[in-house]
């Protein structure tokens, strides 16, 4: 998800400005050059950017973080992220801040779509902070990874719906999200959920249990090591809160359900640290944006 770099106290609808929504996109491309992985392509249009690549851990894996100046997204919007990743290169991408969407009064539709390629040899860290889904926002967001063989992914998706501190628990409003990996034709992962505030889902045992903070991360391989690094690394003594690994036919994918969007980051980055040296044969650097 696309952060933003600002935030106000207030929440913008539809009817604050921006009649037909901004179109913003946003296309990266990584290259190895010169044992270097590069940002060799980086084109914009509308509110969406990244000002440059950081290395701090090896001028091999750049780590990049993205941009969404206007402070939230609004009904209307429609946000397109692409990235592709040249064979041998390695990039991480994150956010400075949690995305926030916007309540709509007018039943519009906010969209965000994320399209990333990584080539054979390369590799995709996509750790965006949380999604913040404010009441009465209608919202589609898309995340599709296509895979070249040799490829290595690692990517999560945290959600909190509504903002109980501010008294809004997202009492009306709807997500629809759709999270996709593939290799050729394969696909390796395919997951597509639908929230709506007046359904069960939101408090029957079967669904979200009365929680508001849910989250998935996926890397893919196959690797029984790293599943029980995993399961043995996240702290899980809360028992108001839920979190498991599982290893399906070529991804391990990590759940998670609870009530903060600070321990859903916590989690998160815990099994990140775990599984990383394994999957991808690198020890744990987290972003310095996350320490600030």
């Not at 921006?18 to 290259?31: P, T, V």
């Not at 402070?71 to 946000?79: H, P």
Request: hydrophobic share 45%; aromatic share 8%.
């Amino acid at each position: 998800m696309i952060a933003a770099v600002t935030s106000g106290s207030g929440a913008p609808d539809a009817g604050s400005g921006r009649a037909s929504g901004w179109a913003a996109e946003l296309e990266l491309g990584f290259e190895l050059v010169a044992g270097r992985s590069a940002l060799v392509r980086n084109r914009h249009r509308g509110p969406l950017a990244v000002q440059r690549a950081f290395y701090p851990e090896s001028s091999d894996l750049a780590h990049v973080y993205l941009l969404h100046p206007p402070g939230g997204v609004v009904a209307g919007d429609q946000l397109t992220v692409r990235v592709s990743v040249a064979p041998g290169a390695r990039a991480l991408i994150t956010t400075p801040a949690a995305t926030k969407f916007y309540r709509s009064n007018e039943g519009r539709v906010a969209e965000q779509t994320q399209l990333l390629r990584v080539s054979g040899g390369a590799s995709l860290e996509w750790l965006p902070q949380e999604t913040i889904i404010f009441g009465s926002a209608q919202v589609s967001t898309r995340t599709r990874v296509e895979l070249e063989p040799g490829a290595s992914f690692c990517g999560w998706d945290m959600v909190c719906l509504g903002r109980a501190a501010s008294g809004d628990h997202f009492g009306s409003g709807r997500l629809r999200q759709a999270f996709e990996i593939w290799q050729a034709e394969r696909p390796l992962w395919i997951e597509r959920a639908e929230f709506d505030a007046n359904e069960p889902v939101r408090h029957a045992p079967w669904g979200l249990g009365g929680q508001r903070v849910f989250g998935t991360f996926v890397c893919t391989g196959q690797n029984a090591a790293a599943v029980a690094a995993a399961r043995a690394a996240v702290d899980t003594d809360d028992t108001r809160e839920l979190f498991a690994v599982s290893q399906m036919r070529a991804a391990i994918v990590c759940r998670y359900l609870g009530s903060s969007t600070e321990r859903a980051r916590h989690v998160f980055a815990q099994a990140w640290a775990a599984l990383r040296p394994l999957v991808l044969g690198r020890p744990a650097s987290p972003p310095r944006i996350w320490l600030t």
